[in-house]
């Protein structure tokens, strides 16, 4: 959605700052609000609401900036700043805080998708499903939106129901699995290049079908290899992804 939306190939949760901020609001209820008494599913609630009430304001400010600047690559500048600022509160609310509340934010942090509860899962279910809803509510929109906004409008594209899908659609999803398998860095924007490389040229609603399987078969993959090898799976993903983008980057400069 990112990147069809913003028209960059490195446009993702983690490189725009939806993921950090999405760590940073986790990290404010650990710290502070995760020994309220409450039931597990409001909880469970809570926790998802805050990482994607952080994740929805950044996206309104991502796209306010994008507005103003024509250059896109000002918004992977952006989000460097966003993430750098977002690591800075994080490390003060560490310094102050207690030591087992400072533990459960590391262990968060390292990412795991095999500690999920079952009503953490049934959570994250709905959420989801939601999220995926919106996000093919935005596919016909965006395909016009491709070719230009002048030409979507006299298509009927209603660019700012899409920019409202677009944000909410991407908020939901990465702050959500932000919330309760941890900071899973680099997915977002490794996964489509995949599958562009894979089917290319396709439509677009063949492309989202395509990215959610190979997600899928992605995740479960480098969680074999994290159990197996005990490392994070934050660790596993970075590892995993930063080549890949490098070599993205070293490719789209040949070609330009």
């Not at 965006?142 to 070719?147: A, K, P, Q």
């Not at 970075?238 to 983008?245: H, Q, T």
């Amino acid at each position: 959605l990112l990147q069809e939306y913003f028209q960059n190939p490195l446009a993702g949760p983690s490189v725009l700052g939806i993921t950090s901020v999405a760590s940073l609001s986790v990290a404010f209820y650990i710290f502070f609000a995760q020994n309220l008494v409450l039931p597990e599913v409001l909880q469970n609630s809570f926790l998802s609401i805050s990482a994607i009430g952080g994740s929805l304001i950044l996206m309104l400010i991502l796209l306010a900036f994008s507005n103003r600047f024509q250059d896109k690559s000002f918004l992977i500048i952006f989000g460097f700043l966003v993430s750098a600022l977002a690591g800075a509160i994080v490390s003060i609310l560490q310094f102050y805080a207690e030591n087992q509340s400072l533990k459960n934010y590391i262990l968060w942090s390292f990412g795991a998708n095999n500690q999920v509860s079952t009503n953490q899962v049934w959570v994250l279910t709905i959420i989801v499903l939601i999220g995926i809803f919106l996000s093919f509510k935005s596919i016909k929109p965006l395909i016009g939106n491709s070719l230009g906004a002048a030409y979507a409008q006299s298509l009927g594209v209603n660019l700012n129901q899409l920019k409202l899908f677009v944000i909410v659609a991407s908020s939901i999803l990465s702050a959500s699995v932000t919330a309760f398998l941890g900071p899973i860095l680099f997915i977002g924007i490794v996964v489509p290049h995949f599958c562009r490389m894979i089917y290319n040229p396709a439509k677009l609603w063949q492309q989202w079908i395509l990215n959610m399987i190979l997600g899928i078969f992605i995740m479960e993959f480098f969680s074999v290899i994290s159990e197996t090898t005990q490392f994070p799976l934050n660790v596993i993903t970075s590892l995993f992804g930063i080549p890949v983008i490098l070599a993205m980057m070293m490719k789209n400069n040949k070609i330009a």
